[in-house]
């Protein structure tokens, strides 16, 4: 599994309230982003398979993100 970059994660974190962030906590929201991040894709796929499409759409990512949350 893909990592996310660290210096956009240390940005959310801020953007998030956080004055300051361990590497650590960095890493481990990448971890747990990437993982999120690709079971919605694979939701995302099925949805557009199901509607006959090779192409994941917008609106395919925001049903899967509501059928996994």
């Known amino acids: 599994m893909e990592t996310l970059p660290i210096a956009p994660i240390g940005r959310i974190l801020s953007n998030g309230g956080a004055p300051r962030a361990t590497k650590d906590a960095k890493i481990e929201l990448s ?3 990437s993982e999120h991040g690709e079971e919605i894709a694979e ?4 949805i557009a398979t ?4 090779k192409t994941v759409k917008a609106s395919d990512v925001q049903l899967a993100i509501k059928l996994k949350f």
Do not use: C, F, Q
């Not at 939701?43 to 099925?46: G, L």
């Open 31 to 33: 971890n747990i982003l």
């Open 50 to 53: 199901h509607s006959g499409r």
């Open 43 to 46: 939701e995302a796929v099925k």
